[in-house]
């Protein structure tokens, strides 16, 4: 593993504030994202396009972010992941790091 995911990996991400979720019974989380900006006025508007948009996640991104907790780096939440999924995680870092990053670029995640 190179040194800048070793670096990346010892971040501890966590939940944006004001940002709305949910959680079915089966484990499965909701994201909710509001639609904002001038195109998406314009969309909203002319097109009908939705104010919230509800990101459905997989189980494997629900137990990712179940696991975000404001205290766990993203190495320890690896350690969750690899313990739950077992082989279907590998390549483990590798997929996570790609995870927390697309998360934090939608603006779902920060961090400490």
Known sequence: ??????????????Y???????Q???GIVT????NRG?????AQKLLKKPKVSFIHLEE????IWLSIDGKRDILAIGELVREKFGEKAEP????LAQYIKTLH????????
């Open 31 to 34: 994201l909710e994202m509001e």
């Open 24 to 26: 079915d019974e089966d």
């Open 16 to 22: 944006k504030s004001g940002l709305c979720w949910s």
């Open 60 to 63: 494997f991104g629900s137990f």
């Open 92 to 95: 483990l870092y590798e997929r």
């Open 38 to 42: 001038v195109a998406n006025r314009i």
């Open 1 to 14: 593993m190179k040194k800048d995911n070793q670096n990346y990996l010892e971040k501890i991400p966590c």
């Open 105 to 112: 670029s939608n603006g779902f995640i920060s961090f400490n």
